[in-house]
């Protein structure tokens, strides 16, 4: 179960990034040309397979609790921060993460800006490189903790690319951004998956005893859930009193 989990999450994290990624490199190859973009793409991808190969058998190199630590830290932050955007979306604080109008405004800019004929187009190589690197950079890292913690980097980096591929060819027979992907619910899964596994494994590296070994982390997602579903409701009832005075 826990590899399974573990396996789905990271999938379903890289696909989330990835439709962000693919948002900004449909604007800007439709608009200027796919030479420069598809360059982008690739060096950014070497890159983050790079980060993946050095520091994935780096960590090993640790101490049990401390790679426990380490990576639990790491889940931590990431899902920590996915989930509190869910939240804030989800409860209306803030506007949902709108696909379509993402991506008008990257063809917009996209468009503005020159280019002389028969030039290389650097502004769509770094415009393409910095969307795949940077939002394939916390995948990098989830797959990382989940290869180490499991002696298995592998089975991380298939389900990762496995989402990848699964992205391209629906973008690619979409033509266009994947605006209909509820990205919000599945940001506030993950999340609650990440801060889930931070929790446990964090635990387990300072000598908690989880009740039920594994299942614990089931019982942590369901505890997470429901704070977030009362946070939600709280913000939600707060916005309300406000608009009424």
């Known amino acids: 179960m826990n590899t399974v989990v573990l396996v789905a999450a990271t999938f379903v994290a890289c696909a989330v990034e990835m439709v962000e990624a693919l948002t900004i490199v449909l604007a800007v190859g439709i608009t200027r040309g796919w030479h420069a973009v598809r360059l982008g793409i690739a060096v950014a991808l070497v890159a983050l397979a790079a980060i993946v190969a050095v520091l994935g058998p780096t960590l090993t190199l640790l101490p049990l609790d401390t790679l426990r630590l380490v990576i639990g830290f790491l889940l931590l932050a990431f899902g920590l921060q996915w989930l509190r955007k869910a939240i804030l979306r989800a409860a209306g604080a803030i506007p949902m993460h709108d696909e379509e109008q993402i991506f008008r405004e990257e063809m917009a800019e996209a ?40 002696h298995n980097l592998a089975l991380g980096t298939i389900a990762a690319g496995a989402a990848l591929v699964t992205v391209v060819i629906v973008g690619v027979v979409v033509h266009g951004p994947l605006s209909r992907v509820p990205e919000n619910t599945l940001k506030f899964a993950v999340g609650l998956m990440l801060v889930a596994y931070g929790t446990f494994w964090g635990g387990e590296s300072v000598g908690v005893e989880w009740p039920g070994s594994d299942l614990a982390i089931l019982g942590l997602i369901g505890f997470y859930a429901l704070t977030a579903a009362c946070l939600v409701a709280v913000r939600r009832r707060r916005a309300t009193s406000l608009a009424g005075t």
């Open 111 to 150: 468009s503005s800006q020159g280019v002389a004929r028969d030039a290389f187009d650097w502004y769509a190589f770094t415009l393409s490189f910095k969307g795949v690197f940077l939002e394939g950079l916390e995948v990098a890292f989830i797959v990382i903790a989940f290869g180490d913690t499991h």
